[in-house]
Each structure stands twice: as structure tokens, then as C-alpha cells.
């Protein structure tokens, strides 16, 4: 059975920034459309940002764009998500998943298209 598996989450100051990874034994990444998604408390699951079959194109939500910045290191089989200049409206929890119908980011990753997803990784971004 195929299970995701988020890391890299922690508590950080606003300003600040952290890595965080999406392994997948057993599964090769680079064959999908990988996403990271986010769940604030109280709110929707919200698309963050999208990294298509061998990098073939990426995505980025409006509130992330020129902030976080997706990629792969398909030796190591992860995908990653860098955040920097974390705002406290960027606390939520973390996951990541496999587009199973799409293998290219066109647009606002939807929940319904993926596949795979893990328990998540707590982001908290405090002073």
C-alpha cells in the first residue's frame, strides 16, 4: 500500500522559513503530478502548489507565488516544498499527494484528482 509520507514541518517566527519533504517509497514520484495542499483550522483544504511529470511545469497559489518554490530530486525519490518569508496566515497543516488523472499542473491543484495522502506535517508560524 502506498504511503505518503510529509516532514520538515515545525514552529517558526514570521520572516523565517523551513523545507519541507514528500517521500513515497515503493513509488516513483516523477511519474505524476505531485501537489502540496494546506488545512488551516476551520478552513477548506486549500492547493498550494503543483510539480508536473518531470518537472514539465509547476504551479503556484497567489498567496505563495514568489515565496515557496517546489522541486524533485528524483535520486532521492522526494519532492520538496521550500518556504521562505512564512506569514502566521501560512499556519496549517501540510500534505502532499499524486495527481492519478493528470500528469501536468494546469492550474489550482483540486483535492478530488489525488491520491495518497499522507498525515500531513504541522507548520506554525508565530512570534
Known amino acids: 500500500q502506498v504511503q505518503f509520507m510529509e516532514s520538515g514541518g515545525g514552529l517558526v517566527q514570521p520572516g523565517g522559513s523551513l523545507r519541507l519533504s514528500c517521500a513515497a517509497p515503493g513509488f516513483t514520484l516523477d511519474y505524476y503530478a505531485i501537489s502540496w495542499f494546506r488545512q488551516a483550522p476551520g478552513k477548506e483544504r486549500e492547493g498550494v502548489s503543483c510539480?508536473?511529470?518531470?518537472?514539465?511545469?509547476?504551479y503556484y497559489a497567489d498567496s505563495v507565488k514568489g515565496r515557496f518554490t517546489i522541486s524533485r530530486d528524483n535520486a532521492k525519490n522526494t519532492v520538496y516544498l521550500q518556504m521562505n518569508s512564512l506569514k502566521p496566515e501560512d499556519t496549517a497543516v501540510y500534505y502532499c499527494?499524486?495527481?492519478?488523472?493528470?500528469?501536468?499542473?494546469?492550474?489550482?491543484?483540486?483535492?478530488?484528482?489525488?491520491?495518497?495522502w499522507g498525515p500531513g506535517t504541522q507548520v506554525t508560524v508565530s512570534s
Open positions: 510539480i508536473g511529470h518531470s518537472d514539465s511545469s509547476t
Open positions: 499527494a499524486a495527481n492519478l488523472m493528470r500528469s501536468i499542473c494546469p492550474g489550482t491543484p483540486q483535492s478530488y484528482e489525488y491520491a495518497y
